[in-house]
């Protein structure tokens, strides 16, 4: 139970940045799949070259936003489909993760980490997730941050005010991608290894995250905003962990995912809705069943 909290806490903080993205800025970002790793390579050699754990951190997320400046550069600048620029950098950067770690996993068991201290793993990262989130929270109440909202909610609108939408939303995929990196930093360093493929699925994570926690929080009479990833976060891992224990293999793990994800677009949609019409037709009554997903 503490590991699943752990890891949904970590993973949290990959969802905020999912979150910016596909829910401030509606924008498909890709690139996430590429950034995540990036942040646990340049943690991992770091790491080995006796760099304080801390400011490994922030050093993945500079590489992080660097990653998310290319995308909206080449979205933005290029005026590469949204979708195509994000697959194109995860891409890229699986090449530029395996220049940085020199092959495809890193070890780091014997080097020191933030989870060294004598402090709990869980206060770690549970400080450390709600940090960000209220650092969102402050962000996202300043000029910035409406702005930013306004640019997925209202573009024309943000345009005519003479503000140039495209740097805000270079801004917005920056600052995504920074929190993705950050939190392969955090899960490298829990995990004490850098592996290449660590990446590949957490779009879909991040996104049942917001999906279950908006599906969960959506009934509350107030603006749930960032507390969704938190929520949906620890749920996903949950629920994963529940299908493991129940006795599932480990390689059914993305059928899992799929079947989450699914499930909670169903019920954040209103649940599938079965109507029955009557049409009249000569010589009686005819029963059509009309089925459909609300």
């Not at 005026?79 to 890229?92: D, R």
């Amino acid at each position: 139970m503490i590991g699943v909290l752990e890891q949904g806490f970590i993973f949290c903080i990959m969802a905020l940045g999912v979150y910016i993205t596909f829910k401030i800025l509606n924008f498909p970002d890709m690139s996430v799949d590429g950034t995540f790793p990036l942040g646990a390579s340049v943690t991992a050699i770091l790491l080995l070259k006796g760099i304080n754990p801390w400011l490994a951190c922030i050093i993945s997320i500079i590489a992080g936003m660097i990653g998310g400046l290319i995308t909206g550069v080449l979205h933005v600048k290029f005026k590469i489909p949204n979708l195509l620029s994000g697959i194109l950098i995860m891409l890229a950067l699986y090449s530029v993760n395996l220049r940085i770690m020199g092959k495809a996993n890193t070890p780091f068991f014997n080097e020191r980490t933030i989870f060294s201290s004598n402090m709990p793993p869980l206060l770690v990262v549970v400080v450390l997730g709600f940090f960000v989130k209220l650092l969102l929270d402050i962000i996202f109440k300043t000029k910035f941050g409406f702005i930013l909202k306004a640019t997925g909610d209202n573009p024309n609108m943000v345009t005519s005010l003479g503000i140039d939408i495209g740097l805000i939303k270079i801004l917005g995929i920056m600052m995504a991608n920074g929190l993705v990196a950050l939190s392969g930093s955090v899960m490298a360093q829990y995990q004490r290894f850098s592996d290449v493929g660590m990446g590949t699925g957490v779009l879909i994570m991040g996104l049942a995250s917001i999906i279950m926690g908006e599906s969960i929080l959506r009934a509350l009479p107030i603006k749930f905003g960032t507390s969704c990833a938190i929520l949906g976060s620890l749920l996903y891992k949950g629920s994963i962990a529940a299908a493991l224990k129940a006795g599932l293999p480990a390689t059914d793990l993305r059928l899992i995912t799929s079947v989450i994800v699914i499930t909670a677009l169903t019920i954040y949609n209103g649940g599938i809705n079965i109507r029955f019409k009557k049409r009249l037709h000569l010589g009686g009554v005819k029963a059509v069943t009309n089925s459909k997903s609300a």
